[in-house]
């Protein structure tokens, strides 16, 4: 059962709760836990109804009072949080995209683990946001078989629910041969059957690789590509066998690794909060013996930290 954090609030009132907010963002200092209260503890339709009220009441765009009240990480999480989903990783795409430097990790993060029907609804936020088409960014801001393998992602036209078990062996063949010669023509292979096949196929050309190749896929992969071509084929391998244990493995690197990556942490506790966030909470805690609470109270502070933790919803047990 696939569980978020963030549920619809009970006995909503989206005209009480804008004018909170309003009176929360215009004192003369901004009352952050007013709007971490509010904006954590309402789901993302919500959250929208209470932007409309605000503009009924204020004449004013939320999003923009939050910016121009808040700094920080702490801002980027309550703007975060008034993006619908489609909007947010479009809104995420577009900066990894066109920021200094293009962020690879990002492009991976999402565009390896979102359905189609959410790659439709991105590309259409993407396009009316920013007025330019998300794959003819990808196009231009990447680059070899790892720009391919975006490219391919990004039409969103693998295959749902459909498995075929008498071509499983003959696609981990493919695989396993890619893995071998490591040609433009393999590699381009191998990125076919991972970004078109159904997960119910992968599933089972991933058992079939074991058989025939005495390894795991992720081991096989690892060891025959590097770079971030080898990182999103690894990411769509384990968003295949499990997407919860996938982000808990991208939480604990982004809390562990040289730096905190705040963006990393923040984007994917705001884009998980409604579809698995209590699943990957669960794997972060069985895989790596910390809660995910624990960690993020180690590393955030002020009211940054407390606004992460009332997202990741953790339980007093959880400290």
């Known amino acids: 059962q696939v569980q978020g954090t963030i549920f619809p609030a009970p006995n909503f009132n989206p005209i009480m709760d804008a004018q909170l907010l309003g009176g929360a963002l215009q004192g003369i200092s901004c009352e952050k836990d007013v709007l971490i ?73 999402i565009l390896a683990s979102r359905s189609n029907m959410e790659i439709f609804q991105m590309k259409e936020a993407y396009l009316m946001q920013y007025n330019s088409d998300l ?113 808990a493995y991208r939480l604990y690197n982004a809390i562990h690794d040289f730096g905190f990556h705040n963006k990393t942490v923040i984007r994917i506790l705001i884009a998980r909060s409604e579809i698995d966030l209590m699943n990957i909470r669960q794997r972060y805690k069985e895989r790596y013996g910390k809660s995910l609470f624990h960690d993020i109270k180690h590393f955030a502070s002020g009211h940054y930290e407390r606004a992460l933790l009332a997202i990741c919803a953790g339980d007093a047990e959880d400290y």
């Open 135 to 247: 794959q003819q960014d990808i196009d231009s801001e990447t680059s070899g078989h790892f720009r391919d393998t975006l490219m391919n992602l990004a039409q969103g036209t693998r295959m749902e629910g459909y498995a075929d078990p008498s071509t499983a062996a003959q696609d981990a063949m493919i695989l396993w041969e890619a893995c071998q010669q490591k040609t433009g023509e393999h590699k381009n292979m191998l990125q076919m059957i991972l970004c078109n096949k159904s997960y119910q196929q992968l599933w089972m050309v991933f058992q079939e690789f074991q058989n025939i190749s005495g390894q795991d896929i992720v081991d096989a992969i690892n060891e025959c590509y590097d770079g971030y071509f080898q990182e999103l084929l690894v990411a769509i391998v384990l968003c295949v066998r499990d997407k919860p244990s996938y982000f």
């Open 37 to 109: 209260d509010i904006l954590t503890q309402r789901c993302n339709s919500q959250r929208l109804m209470i932007a409309e009220a605000y503009r009924d009441t204020y004449g004013r765009d939320l999003i923009t009072d939050l910016k121009e009240n808040l700094s920080h990480h702490f801002k980027e999480v309550m703007v975060g949080l008034m993006y619908p989903p489609a909007s947010y990783d479009a809104h995420e795409l577009w900066h990894a995209l066109k920021g200094v430097d293009t962020e690879e990790k990002c492009l991976i993060d």
